[in-house]
């Protein structure tokens, strides 16, 4: 009987040890699947067209892993000197989706950020959360800081405006920042109106007195010579002509900017924009 209860015990305890086992194998599981999906997409640096020295390439790259461990985020830089026949729009979406980056909109945010030239175009895709995240007035403002150094041929610091933008809105919703905008601007015009309102109820109650002079204080009536004088009008010339006026309201220097959300050539939603040069 002694025997019996001492054998249930030990045969309790191996099961409870296979069962932890168990449990121990299968989160451990989990954590590389989860690790294999967050590094699914090859983020990194592509210069195909050889803009970048292998130090300046080595720098980019440190800094893209940072922000993509930092953001959880896929990114991803991409030169090329030859686009094949594609415009710079569907090789970024394309390149992005080789990557494995992201296709929907509610999966794990991606940005790619193409130099074109070939096309002579600077193209960013975005993919997953980072559409929300990199609306068209976003990627307008990166693509105005990029241009001022790809023009001068200078890929290196092109590339890390670029980087500067990722920094800059990954994660951050842009309805959201319009909103908290919308709400800062008026929070900051109510202040200033109480604040002008004050000073000028101050000024009303300091100010006082009886006004003793006027016109006729100054007006030696007995020896002024001034006589009566009229006004008659004779005619009137005028002379029309056309101004001709910029009627484009759109990004600066190097053509369009945000494109918006779009369907790929492969099925892929996208959203991005780009600039030529």
Known sequence: ?????????????????????????AALWGSAGDAFAA?????GVYDAAELLDSSQEDRL?????????????????????????????DYADT????????????????????????NRRMQISTSGQAISYYSDSRIDHILDRCYKYIIRDDYY???????????????????RHGRLRAIHILIMAIISAA???L????MLRRSGGVITTSGATYLNAKDSRITGRSDHFINRTVTRRIIHRDTDDGPG???SGGGGFHVSSGGGEHGGGGRSF
């Open 1 to 25: 009987m002694i025997f019996a209860e001492k054998k249930k015990k030990i045969l309790t305890g191996i099961t409870a040890l296979l069962l932890c086992a168990f449990f121990v194998a």
């Open 39 to 43: 590094s699914s997409a090859q983020n």
């Open 61 to 89: 790259k440190s800094r893209l892993d940072s922000y993509c461990e930092k953001y959880d985020c896929d990114i991803a830089i991409v030169t090329t000197d030859d686009a094949g026949g594609k415009t710079s729009e």
């Open 95 to 118: 390149y992005a989706e080789d990557l494995g980056m992201s296709m929907k909109k509610e999966d794990r945010p991606g940005i790619l950020f193409l130099i074109d030239m070939d």
């Open 157 to 175: 610091r092109t590339c890390g405006q670029f980087l500067d933008g990722v920094r800059d809105y990954m994660g951050i919703s842009a309805a």
């Open 195 to 197: 604040a002008g309102g």
């Open 199 to 202: 000073i000028v109820f101050i």
């Open 253 to 255: 220097p190097g053509g």
